[in-house]
């Protein structure tokens, strides 16, 4: 019993030491995945009332139809200011960047330097003018008492090289308006400080603070970043990069909300002793963001919300004490379950047991963060708690229980078939679980399945599968490839996981090229045996996925998920829609590239660049190339194409047009077919002036 429960209590340590220090290291998968779960406790907690202090006056809808279209003339605004004037701070989550009409531009200026108001603006990447005055004006702004420690280091702060300024005869106080997402698209921070031009400049939310309480902001500086962020006697608790957690209080609507025509009209007043933030919700001319509420929510709510953080100090707390509480709730849950297992014989107890601890500890969890908003993590809990248990019933299984049977399922259920030459040479390339890793990834389809299907009897189609597959997936594994899967007529090949190979995005590449010209050679074989004559389409992409065993504890295949797989599907189905056969992505082509790109060409083939897309279910576009073996007709057009695609992404589409037609008519090329008609829309239906040459793919 003894060694029983120090076999155990050894594994328990274990477990709780190395999700501990996976802790401290900030793995982006798991780190990812807590955020997601605190997000789902947000939800859990439901709303919560925010300060009745702060107000949103709304540019809405119902203000839209009365007054027209944005943005207004200035006099509207400066009438909207005049009658909230009363207001202890009106902050504006608007810029007013470029000059309209004089007197209009004099009125509102006027209005906001003789006001409480505190004018926004943003900083952005892309290269814009800055009207001296209006960076005199926007200096006064800046963040003046800086308190530094002996030997500090560079900022890791967000830094600017350029800002969208409001017109020079407005000098009020300032603040940016900027807010960035985390990885995964979601606002959870509020960067309070950003650099630009060696200064530091305050968020809108934190200047209305301090004009609020007419007090300077005062920003502390230690050797690791930013300390704190003072105001009077209140100190904000930030990141080291001035960042502050975002405490949400609901969906979008919890602030009080006044339409802006409302104010204009006289209808409704606004009392004295409120903070007043000016902001567009309507959709089509609001900054809508995604937050762990609402993936709607309008910016001027978010600053709505941290004003009111501030005001009620009601922070999300993260600090050295919460990490402390964090390392607690990894060790002391799993010696809890670990003294139940020494008492607890049968594994159906054991696991039943071990979700009432995951659960009692996720309701402390969550009782903390309600209670007392400490930022407390819940993916670690839960994964020393998850590595405990199934640790522990491995030992119990292998090494007390069932030893010899536990054995065979565990060789039996975890070696697949197409990993198991790599497994036993080098067993540790096969993770438990999944890693992130760059990989290239190949789908090829047939075309026109389903009507072959339709056309042969069930014995003949499988006969003309397997003799598709066979040489198709040699092919694969001749140039490094692992096949995923098959999945109906289609294939799915990993390269660079789960061991390294070198140049990946090549050899995806020499695996497409050579699968077509075995393809010729198969359908004179499928002509003798009276088959139909197949064609498939081939898409290409390279970027990080995640690699590993994914399926049920019985059953479950070495794999890849992610956006990057996602993406090489869509690739192959557009070949449908430009008429190709393979088609790489962007990431792919630089993969190329980056290992010697001259000896590519001498292996017969070429590359033309076909467009920039937006495939469905991604936001950011991407440019698509395609492969073209040397003996196709279309390499001599290839440079008239790239012309023509020059010619189309300037607007000319008049020019365009001719040259695609030319190319179209010559080497009946679809893509050129396709952009010529593309072009004549665009002449009859010219797109708006912030086209940015992206086609949006409709289809999968």
Same mark, same amino acid.
């Given at each position: ?5 120090? =076999? ?12 501990? #220090? ?31 202090? %702060? ?40 810029? #007013?960047?470029? $000059?309209?009409?004089? /007197? ?129 006697? *209140?100190?904000?608790?930030?990141? *080291? ?15 009080? $909300? ?72 990894? =060790?002391?849950? %799993? ?6 297992? $020494?008492?607890?014989?049968?594994? %159906? ?27 407390? +993590? ?14 522990? *019933? ?24 197409? %990993? ?7 067993? !540790?390339?096969?993770?438990? &679980? ?54 109906? !007529? ?12 070198? /140049? ?46 994914? &399926? $049920? ?18 690739? *192959? ?77 300037? &607007? ?19 893509? +050129?077919?396709? #952009? ?15 086209? !940015? &040459? ?7």
């Amino acid at each position: 019993m003894k060694n029983k429960l120090l =076999i155990f209590l050894c594994i328990g340590l274990l477990s709780s030491f190395i999700v501990v #220090f996976l802790y401290f290291i900030k793995i982006d998968f798991l780190a990812s995945i807590d955020l997601k779960l605190k997000d789902a406790r947000f939800r859990l907690r439901g709303s919560i009332e925010p300060d009745s202090r %702060v107000i949103i006056v709304a540019i809405d809808s119902k203000s839209l139809d009365r007054v027209g279209r944005w943005p207004w003339d200035r006099k509207v605004i400066s009438k909207l200011i005049k009658n909230i004037n009363k207001a202890k701070v009106i902050a504006l989550d608007i810029v #007013f960047s470029e $000059t309209s009409n004089p /007197e209009s531009d004099r009125i509102l200026s006027n209005m906001i330097n003789m006001t409480n108001t505190v004018a926004g603006y943003y900083f952005r990447e892309d290269e814009t003018s800055v009207n001296r005055q209006s960076y005199i004006n926007l200096k006064e702004s800046r963040i003046k008492i800086l308190k530094t420690s002996k030997g500090i280091k560079p900022l890791h702060v967000i830094e600017f090289p350029y800002a969208e300024l409001n017109i020079p005869t407005i000098k009020a106080s300032m603040g940016f308006f900027n807010i960035f997402p985390d990885e995964d698209g979601v606002y959870r921070k509020t960067n309070l400080v950003i650099l630009y031009k060696g200064e530091l400049y305050p968020h809108l939310a934190l200047q209305t603070i301090s004009k609020l309480k007419n007090s300077p902001l005062i920003v502390e500086i230690a050797e690791y970043g930013i300390k704190s962020i003072k105001i009077k006697n *209140e100190t904000i608790p930030v990141s *080291e990069s001035g960042s502050l957690t975002i405490n949400y209080y609901g969906r979008t609507g919890s602030f009080k $909300t006044v339409s802006a025509i409302d104010i204009i009209d006289g209808k409704i007043k606004i009392p004295p002793d409120v903070i007043v933030l000016v902001g567009a919700t309507e959709i089509g001319i609001a900054d809508i963001r995604n937050t762990p509420f609402d993936p709607v929510m309008p910016g001027v709510e978010i600053s709505a919300t941290t004003v009111s953080n501030i005001l009620q100090g009601r922070y999300l707390i993260y600090n050295a004490w919460v990490a402390g509480l964090d390392i607690l709730f990894i =060790i002391i849950p %799993v010696i809890l379950l670990i003294l139940i297992f $020494t008492k607890i014989p049968r594994t %159906v107890i054991s696991l039943c047991l071990f979700i009432i601890v995951v659960f009692f500890t996720y309701i402390v969890n969550f009782f903390i963060f309600k209670k007392y908003f400490l930022d407390l +993590s819940l993916i670690y809990p839960f994964f020393s708690l998850s590595m405990c248990y199934v640790t522990s *019933e491995a030992y119990r299984n292998l090494m007390v229980e069932k030893k010899s049977k536990f054995l065979k399922k565990a060789f039996s259920s975890y070696v697949s078939p197409d %990993v198991v030459n790599i497994l036993i040479k080098k067993p !540790d390339a096969l993770k438990l &679980g999944g890693e992130k890793r760059t990989i290239t990834v190949l789908f090829s389809d047939i075309r026109n399945f389903a009507v072959i299907a339709e056309s042969l009897q069930p014995e003949r189609l499988v006969t003309l599968l397997n003799n598709y597959f066979d040489p198709m997936t040699n092919i694969v594994i001749k140039h490094g490839g692992m096949l995923d899967k098959y999945i109906g !007529d289609a294939i799915m090949a990993v390269y660079n996981a789960p061991v390294n190979l070198p /140049e990946h995005a090549k050899e995806a590449v020499f695996t497409a090229l050579e699968m077509l010209k075995e393809l010729k050679k198969l359908n004179k074989k499928f002509n003798e045996l009276r088959f139909p004559e197949i064609n498939i389409g081939i898409g290409i992409n390279t970027g990080e996925a995640i690699t590993g065993n994914i &399926g $049920t504890s019985t059953r479950f295949d070495y794999t890849a998920i992610g956006d990057t797989v996602n993406l090489a599907s869509r690739l *192959e189905e557009l070949n449908k829609l430009y008429g190709t056969k393979i088609i790489i992505s962007e990431s792919s082509f630089n993969a190329m590239e980056s290992s010697c790109y001259s000896e590519k060409m001498e292996q017969n083939f070429l590359i033309r660049e076909l467009d920039l897309i937006r495939v469905k279910g991604k936001n950011k576009p991407v440019k698509i190339f395609e492969i073209i073996e040397e003996s196709s007709s279309i390499t001599s057009a290839i440079e008239d194409f790239e012309k023509a695609l020059h010619l189309y992404r300037k &607007g000319q589409f008049k020019e365009a047009e001719t040259l695609f037609s030319n190319i179209a008519s010559q080497f009946n090329d679809k893509a +050129s077919i396709l #952009f010529k008609e593309r072009c004549g829309s665009y002449i009859l239906d010219p797109p708006s002036s912030e086209w !940015d &040459g992206v086609f949006t793919a409709k289809q999968k």
